[in-house]
């Protein structure tokens, strides 16, 4: 599976930005993951293959949605109301799951896109 992410750069505190993640196949759960500099990675959001079932990190909770297009082998990640400690490196994941957190369940991985909320 190959994977695709576009949609970072640079946006000021309070803005937003959408994601997006091209998978080559269609019938896996996907998530994304940040990375911030020095940091862990962090689970983010993720989503089962027909959007039934979604999750978040608790630090985004209310702010950022995790969307997909069936259709286009697409999964959106919808950043709202962001905030200096959202920056980070952000990748997407893919995997056969229930739609779990954990990144040794997503065996699939695209590049990262940066995101930098800064003003």
């Known amino acids: 599976v190959q994977l695709q992410a576009s949609g970072g750069g640079l946006v000021q505190p309070g803005g937003c930005l959408r994601l997006?993640?091209?998978?080559?196949?269609?019938?896996?759960?996907m998530a994304w993951f940040r990375q911030a500099p020095g940091k862990e990675r962090e689970f983010v959001a993720t989503?089962?293959?027909?959007?039934?079932?979604?999750a978040y990190g608790d630090s985004v909770k209310g702010r950022f949605t995790i969307s997909r297009d069936f259709a286009k082998n697409t999964a959106y990640l919808h950043l709202n109301s962001l905030k200096p400690e959202d920056t980070a490196v952000y990748h997407c994941?893919?995997?056969?799951?229930?739609?779990?957190?954990?990144?040794?369940?997503?065996?699939?991985w695209g590049q990262g896109t940066l995101v930098t909320v800064s003003s």
């Open positions: 997006s993640c091209v998978a080559s196949e269609v019938m896996y759960t």
């Open positions: 994941a893919a995997g056969y799951n229930s739609g779990t957190g954990r990144a040794q369940d997503y065996p699939y």
């Open positions: 989503i089962t293959p027909r959007g039934t079932f979604t």
